[in-house]
Structure formats: structure tokens, C-alpha cells
């Protein structure tokens, strides 16, 4: 089985800071990595994945995360955030051999501060 | 085109009531996943459709839960004597898997909070 960890339940930075949004995993199997967003009053959307290939995966708003095996991590980062940035933010997992099942982290809640 | 609708948007029940959920996917889409959200928590997966058939069900809880999807399309999530533990936000997403996997986006509906009294 699959299991996401994430440690931070809320992230406060300042405008046009960086930040890092921490995430490991767990899995004894091949697996397929995602950060999903949710804005205010918003339903949840896809952000970026990493399904093979190169370990470094970008969004089009500026977000990227880099796949490390050998740490377990996905973590998600952004050289410099915009207020419209503030949202929850997921991590998720999924195997191989049951991609469509889709297994979240708890969250962290990013704000930024003007 | 439309995005993934889900009725009611608010369910408020009495603890032991029956209750259905409404998800209508986006038009095309064969897949459909159902999800529960509790407060404070990332989305947990509970059953994925298929077509018309439960591809995955080893989500769901208990047998107090079911889903169907008799056409292939709209799906239903049914709680038989729900439970004060019941209450959350559930939501619905649906995918275009050419074979079932991780390269086909999920698009997630809005969700419908039902609240067990």
C-alpha cells in the first residue's frame, strides 16, 4: 500500500518569496507522483505529475517538483509566489498496478502574506 | 464544455437516514472515481467506475456505502444508515483512461457536503 506525508499543515510566506512545500511517500512499488490545488471555493485540479522520464516536472504557472527515489520526496517549490497563489495544496501517489487509485496527503494550506 | 456537475451541492440529514449523491461527469468521459474529504484531510479514494462497472470498490468503508452507474455515465453514491462519522465532502471525478492510468487527468466536481446530524 501507498501512504503521503505531508508535514506542513500551513505554509505562511510573504509575496514574491520562495517557498517549498515538503512531501514524502511511502510504497514498496513503482509509482506515479501528483500535486493537486485548490483554490478558495474552488474544486481540486491537477497542478503537475511525474510519470517517467526526466525527475523534474513543471506547471505553467511557475511551480515545479523534483522526484527523488532514493529521499522518497516529491517536494514542490516556486522561486517566487504571487497572492494568487494561496490555495491547499495536495500531494498524491499512485501504484503502477492501480493507477486510477489515487492516495492524498492531508494537505497544506499555503498563504501568502502582501 | 461543462466540468463535472454534483447534486446537492449541501446534504443535511438525521443520523440512521438514507441518502443519495448525484455526480454527472463530463460528457465522454469513461471513467469516474468517487472520493470522501474529511475535514482537515486530503480527498480518500472510495470506488472507481469503468464504464459501467466497478473497476476498484476497495474504498468503501463499509457495506453501509454503494455506488452504481447504470448507463455508463451519471453515478450515485447511496449511504444506508448513515453515521455521524458519515459527514465529510464527497466528491466525484471523471477521466478518459484509453487504459486505466495516471497519464489521464482526474477533473474533480465541486463536491457535496453532507452533514449528519
Known amino acids: 500500500a501507498q501512504s503521503v506525508t505531508q508535514l506542513d499543515s500551513q505554509v505562511p510566506v510573504f509575496e514574491e518569496a520562495p517557498v517549498e512545500l515538503r512531501c514524502n511517500y511511502s510504497?514498496?512499488?513503482?509509482?506515479?507522483l501528483f500535486w493537486y490545488v485548490q483554490y478558495p471555493n474552488q474544486g481540486l485540479q491537477l497542478l503537475l505529475k511525474y510519470l517517467s522520464g526526466s525527475t523534474l516536472v513543471e506547471s505553467i504557472n511557475g511551480f515545479e517538483a523534483e522526484f527523488n527515489k532514493s529521499q522518497t520526496s516529491f517536494h514542490l517549490r516556486k522561486p517566487s509566489v504571487h497572492i494568487s497563489d494561496t490555495a491547499e495544496y495536495f500531494c498524491?501517489?499512485?501504484?503502477?498496478?492501480?493507477?486510477?487509485?489515487?492516495?492524498f496527503g492531508s494537505g497544506t494550506r499555503l498563504s501568502i502574506r502582501p | 464544455g461543462a466540468g463535472v456537475s454534483q447534486t446537492p451541492s449541501n446534504k443535511v440529514t438525521e443520523k440512521g437516514k438514507y441518502v443519495e449523491l448525484r455526480c454527472d461527469p463530463i460528457?465522454?468521459?469513461?471513467?469516474l472515481y468517487w472520493y470522501r474529504q474529511s475535514l482537515g484531510q486530503g480527498p480518500e479514494f472510495l470506488i472507481y467506475?469503468?464504464?459501467?462497472?466497478?473497476?476498484?470498490d476497495s474504498g468503501l468503508p463499509n457495506d453501509r456505502f454503494f455506488a452504481v452507474r447504470p448507463e455508463g455515465s451519471v453515478s450515485t453514491l447511496k449511504i444506508q444508515r448513515t453515521e455521524r462519522g458519515d459527514s465529510a465532502v464527497y466528491l466525484c471525478a471523471s477521466s478518459t483512461p484509453p487504459g486505466g492510468g495516471a497519464s489521464d487527468t482526474q477533473y474533480f466536481g465541486p463536491g457535496t457536503r453532507l452533514t449528519v446530524l
Open positions: 510504497s514498496s512499488v513503482s509509482v506515479y
Open positions: 467506475f469503468q464504464g459501467t462497472g466497478a473497476a476498484d
Open positions: 460528457s465522454g468521459h469513461t471513467a
Open positions: 498524491a501517489v499512485s501504484s503502477y498496478s492501480s493507477a486510477s487509485k489515487i492516495i
